[in-house]
DNA sequence: CACTTGACCTGTCCGC
DNA sequence: TGCGGACAGGTCAAGT
């Protein structure tokens, strides 16, 4: 699921809600999810209280007062759904895929003292929560290796053309995706910024004008600042902090839109396979780059 | 170095 | 209705 938009959502809407609040208790069914949850948990995180939640890339940081934090990552089919008091015995919004929680996706649950709960459900188990002490989260080996913040004020076009540049070789569907290079970007908003900036996904980007990357850079922000707007995208799993689904695909122009008309040109939508990933291209539009 | 494939998991969808 | 295969928003390791 979650590329930079969904958790950024699910970081402000957590930022609003949990902070200041104290744990009581936490559960995990699935070491893997969290692999240190029987180890520092019971010092740092039980008693401990919600200090601020922050995003690094595709990332979530919750910063706890004992000084230590809880690095999060939903990877493809993670959600972190908070239920508060008011939440009790209503169930969720009918703009929600979930049922009542825990459901068999649940692998961890924190209890808070004033009886709130938050939810981490992952589908795939792929996803992970580490407890870290907060003095070391930049150099957690996960975080550290991560690009910029694309969507970060003092990042920019000439910055996103020179990170690109670095990668002179490779094709730029797979430099988007390359969370060393450039972090946040994942499959749906690549998709999407190559189809508006007209660039074909497996161009070589050595071959990319100077004028397309910054199209592109243009492009990559605008579509996932207006996904911001309007909830994320909910291909199958996602949902945000209180568990509603994102109505971003429905906006979408070419994810999952193969078979459908270009909304440029008309022409059919197809689906091929770039950097190892389902890609959703107009042929006409979107011509390989020739230097 | 750059690309591909397979692994990690579960669920869903499609074709037979 | 059942069954097998392909595929899914992400990342990592290993092979060519």
Not at 85 to 109: C, I, M, N, Q, Y
Not at 114 to 120: E, I, Q, S, V
Not at 219 to 245: A, H, P
């Amino acid at each position: 699921m979650p590329e930079l938009p969904e958790v950024e959502i699910v970081r402000s809407g957590l930022n609003r809600l949990i902070i200041g609040l104290e744990v009581e208790n936490i559960w995990s069914d699935w070491p893997k999810n969290f692999p240190n949850s029987e180890g520092d948990v019971n010092n740092f995180l039980i008693n401990s209280k919600i200090n601020a939640v922050g995003r690094r890339g595709k990332s979530l940081i919750i910063d706890l007062n004992t000084n230590y934090s809880l690095i999060t990552h939903l990877k493809m089919t993670g959600q972190l759904v908070f239920e508060g008091k008011e939440h009790f015995g209503a169930g969720h919004p009918s703009s929600s895929l979930l049922g009542p929680l825990p459901d068999k996706s649940t692998r961890v649950v924190i209890s808070f003292k004033d009886g709130a709960k938050l939810f981490f459900n992952d589908q795939r188990k792929f996803g992970w929560m580490k407890l870290v002490p907060t003095s070391e989260v930049k150099n957690n080996e996960f975080i550290k290796g991560l690009g910029p913040e694309v969507l970060s004020d003092d990042f920019g076009s000439q910055n996103f053309i020179r990170h690109m540049r670095s990668r002179p070789n490779s094709q730029i569907k797979a430099v988007l995706l390359d969370q060393k290079v450039i972090a946040g970007v994942g499959n749906i908003y690549s998709d999407e910024s190559l189809w508006m900036a007209k660039i074909h996904p497996a161009s070589i980007v050595k071959d990319i004008s100077e004028k397309k990357l910054d199209n592109l850079f243009n492009s990559l922000v605008e579509v996932m600042r207006e996904s911001i707007k309007k909830g994320g995208s909910t291909d199958r799993n996602f949902v945000d902090f209180e568990g509603k689904k994102g109505s971003y695909l429905n906006f979408a122009k070419v994810f999952r839109r193969e078979g459908q008309a270009c909304p440029r040109c008309g022409r059919e939508i197809k689906k091929i396979r770039v950097a190892g990933r389902g890609t959703h291209i107009c042929e006409y539009c979107q011509r390989i780059s020739v230097k």
